[in-house]
Nanobody
Framework: QLQASGGGLVQAGGSLKLSCADF????????VGWFRQAPGKEREFVSA????????YYSDSVKARFTISRDNAKNTVWLQMNSLKPEDTAVYYC????????????????WGRGTLVTVSS
């Protein structure tokens, strides 16, 4: 239902913009989150945005570098990533919020396949 795209290989300090398209309208009236999972690590919260975009949330590790946004008319959420670091390397997933804390994967019930971001030093 969700398709993340925009990943790729970038040098440290560079930028990428990820997109998450919702083909089943799971975004309607729901917050949307981005998570990431590096090899050998657990999936971790990156950012979330409420339905009307009035509130956004970021992990401490990406705050001031990443920006989440959405266009509900296009059923799309973006994650602008600036000043990328090698430790940002991971598969990035978008997900539709269901209930609970925005910071936990279990709070989301629809997931995209993920897009790989690799940041070289």
């Amino acid at each position: 239902q969700l398709q993340a795209s925009g990943g790729g290989l970038v040098q440290a300090g560079g930028s990428l913009k990820l997109s998450c398209a919702d083909f089943r309208r799971t975004f309607t009236n729901n917050a949307v989150g981005w998570f990431r999972q590096a090899p050998g690590k657990e999936r971790e919260f990156v950012s979330a945005i409420t339905w009307r975009g009035g509130s956004t949330y970021y992990s401490d590790s990406v705050k001031a570098r990443f920006t989440i946004s959405r266009d509900n008319a296009k059923n799309t959420v973006w994650l602008q990533m600036n000043s990328l670091k090698p430790e940002d390397t991971a598969v990035y997933y978008c997900a539709t919020y269901f209930r609970g804390s925005y910071y936990y994967p279990n709070s989301y019930n629809y997931w995209g396949r993920g897009t790989l971001v690799t940041v070289s030093s």
